[in-house]
């Protein structure tokens, strides 16, 4: 194959799994019943007028399977922290005393299952999505490449059979 087309399909196989790689992650702040510091990661706390991750902050800390603390690098930062925590979509309950936020992580009811579901497939959706748009960018180049008449259809037919190999 023609080093263009070998190019095009490494830089699709390297686009695709960083998707892939993202997508893991978003998977990963999803709540549970178990507690996990890669709950927080997608928090930002307004810290001095700028949006801070959480983690950048403070040091997350999982105790107990249920329950997750957070005790901040700056102790007047807490007030910010927790408002942060109580405004994300998780529905945690913060509590401090003064140092340290607790957050107790409760127990999955029926309809944040359900909740969890939708949100679970939503990610993987978009993960899907993503990984078909590098395919679709690929191909239109392969297109081009032969329209240009440096490559012939049949590597052309060849290299579109490699990338959808990858996308499956």
Request: with cysteine.
């Amino acid at each position: 194959m023609p080093p263009a087309i070998d190019d095009l399909v490494q830089d699709a196989e390297r686009r695709m799994d960083k998707s892939v790689e993202s997508t893991q992650v978003e998977f990963n702040t999803v709540r549970t019943g178990r507690a996990s510091a890669a709950l927080l990661d997608r928090i930002t706390v307004d810290y001095y007028g700028q949006q801070t991750p959480l983690k950048q902050l403070a040091t997350i800390n999982v105790p107990e399977p249920r329950m997750l603390t957070v005790q901040p690098f700056d102790p007047s930062s807490i007030k910010e922290i927790e408002r942060a925590v109580q405004e994300s979509e998780l529905g945690l309950t913060p509590s401090n005393d003064g140092k340290v936020i607790r957050l107790p992580i409760p127990q999955l009811t029926e309809e944040r299952r359900k909740e969890l579901v939708k949100l679970v497939r939503q990610m993987a959706e978009e993960g899907r999505v993503a990984v078909r748009n590098v395919c679709c960018d690929v191909m239109y180049y392969f297109k081009e490449l032969v329209d240009k008449g440096e490559v012939g259809s049949d590597e052309e037919h060849r290299a579109e059979e490699r990338v959808q190999k990858l996308t499956d």
